[in-house]
């Protein structure tokens, strides 16, 4: 039997692990340290395991990110000025935009040029071992135990996190963001109110009253200007808009996967009839312009400012950040239900969220120090720090609670330019304590809006071993490539349905039952 750790418990498949590296060993080639020590001395020597500073002597570590589209520059932000002066560690970033992140940081492993660690990374659980394994990412258990007591105190009281990042072998390759705040585990469903309201509309409970619904936002003129410029719907750029419709056609996101479970049986529903309805419907919205129709090519700049503009009727995130001087116009509301009768919020994450926000590298000189400092980001205090900034300049604490002041929320993206944390992605805790923008009322009941169906139990990524880690990756890199690329045309209308037994012939050529039973396997592991 599983343990079920609360009410919405993540229950993390720990099977066998490790991928084939097919990367250079990093040894100590790359990167350029400026905090080397002195000869004789041992890397780190002096390192507090409590208290601060962190070292006596003043380091430097050089750490790879990703810049958020409404972040400023990191070292303009009081946190890492701050806990430069308290830790006696400096931190000089390569800074690099969303947009082609994910590029950059391949070429960074494959190039060899490595930096001191890897911050706001996203390293998928494949990456970190294959980096891990290649040795261009060094274990981080042993640190975790000595350096990192505030880590280890959340490891041990939600064992999920630890079964998600600890191979078979005991190793640690990377560490996740941590979110012990359900709302802060999904994004919100947001619908104009204002319009509905204009127009005499009732919120949507069903994907055919939601159909209805954004007809009205296209031709009811919402917005009052006498122009067809309202978005009825919206979301990020690509395949989001299917995850977030999918629990509507009964499709689930187990195993962190297109898979539903059902009776202990895993089920790859990538070719399933419920999913060529899940496509028709959208296609019917984007053909009918219900969707936006920069759904495929905006950026993810573009899709935040567009809830800011009050001009967008449906769409879904994680909080009302965005827009929140207009926020009086939306409300959150429940996923709708399908045409089956199922009414499914399937896009809930883990208490360990952003898997792989964070990792050192080999050729880091002081991995002691590093574990330190990155560690107090998962301390309520250092969390503040992070998404706060300076008590008095920039929030105020009230009932032990940190919430900004008001002439900073005042200033549009003010608080994006202050913290890291805008954007999502950051290495950090995100409780009760630290969530006060995030976690408003108004994000309280959206949540609450969802919370009825949410599934009750969600099963993350497996781990695998080396053997079959490089079957699924060879079977999922060809399979999620045509998957995505023909899911794209089926919604747009270049791909007719009535290609779809081909659509379906060839994901059976690409071996889609053997990866399906990969995943069972995996599953009956995890019951052992």
């Known amino acids: 039997m599983l343990k079920k750790w609360g009410k919405y418990t993540f229950a993390t498949l720990l099977v066998t692990s490790l991928i084939a590296s097919g990367c250079s060993n990093g040894g100590n080639e790359g990167g350029n340290n400026t905090g080397s020590p002195d000869p004789g001395e041992s890397p780190d020597s002096s390192v507090k395991t409590e208290g601060f500073p962190i070292v006596e002597t003043p380091i430097t570590l050089k750490m790879f990110t990703r810049v958020a589209p409404v972040n400023g520059p990191f070292k303009d932000m009081p946190v890492f000025q701050d806990y430069e002066t308290l830790s006696n560690i400096k931190v000089e970033f390569i800074e690099t935009p969303t947009d082609g992140f994910a590029e950059k940081k391949n070429l960074l492993f494959a190039s060899n040029e490595l930096p001191d ?20 990412l060094i274990p981080l258990e042993d640190l975790i135990e000595e350096y990192a007591p505030n880590l280890k105190s959340l490891m041990d009281e939600y064992p999920e996190i630890r079964a998600a990042i600890t191979t078979p072998e005991g190793h640690i390759y990377a560490i996740p963001g941590i979110v012990t705040l359900g709302s802060a585990r999904t994004d919100k469903r947001w619908i104009n109110q204002a319009w509905l309201d204009k127009l005499g509309l009732d919120v949507p409970t069903t994907t055919d009253e939601l159909y209805e619904v954004l007809v009205a936002f296209r031709d009811g003129d919402p917005n009052g200007n006498g122009e067809a410029d309202e978005i009825p719907m919206t979301a990020r750029v690509g395949m989001p808009i299917v995850n977030q419709m999918a629990g509507a056609f009964g499709l689930d996101s187990q195993l962190g996967y297109n898979i539903n479970l059902e009776d202990d049986q895993v089920r790859i529903w990538s070719g399933d009839e419920r ?27 573009q899709y935040l400012a567009k809830q800011g503009t009050g001009n967008t009727g449906y769409f879904f995130d994680q909080t009302n950040n965005n827009f929140l001087s207009i926020q009086d116009q939306y409300v959150g509301i429940a996923p709708p239900e399908g045409p089956h009768g199922d009414r499914l919020h399937s896009q809930i994450l883990s208490v360990p969220r952003d898997y792989g926000a964070f990792a050192i590298t080999s050729v880091n000189q002081h991995p002691e120090a590093t574990m330190r400092w990155i560690d107090y980001f998962y301390s309520d205090e250092g969390s503040t720090l992070l998404r706060f900034g300076r008590e008095g300049e920039h929030y105020e604490l009230q009932d032990g609670i940190p919430y900004y002041k008001e002439e900073l929320l005042a200033v549009a993206e003010a608080q994006a330019r202050i913290t890291p944390y805008a954007g999502g992605g950051a290495p950090h805790i995100i409780s009760d304590k630290v969530a006060s923008f995030i976690n408003p009322p108004q994000v309280q009941e959206a949540f609450e809006a969802l919370e009825p169906y949410l599934p009750e139990i969600r099963y993350a990524a497996p781990m695998f071993d080396e053997a079959t880690a490089q079957q699924v990756n060879i079977l999922r890199n060809d399979i999620d490539k045509y998957f995505e690329e023909q899911s794209t045309k089926f919604i747009v209308g270049a791909l007719s349905f009535d290609k779809w037994d081909e659509f379906q012939s060839t994901l059976k050529k690409m071996n889609i039952d053997e990866l399906e039973k990969l995943y069972q396997e995996a599953y009956d592991n995890m019951a052992k």
């Open 117 to 136: 660690a890897i911050y706001r990374s996203g390293l998928s659980q494949l990456e970190s071992i294959r980096y891990g394994t290649a040795g261009q």
């Open 275 to 301: 999913y060529k309805e899940l496509l028709m419907y959208l296609n019917k919205l984007y053909t009918e312009k219900l969707i936006d129709q920069e759904l495929f090519s905006h950026t993810e700049a």
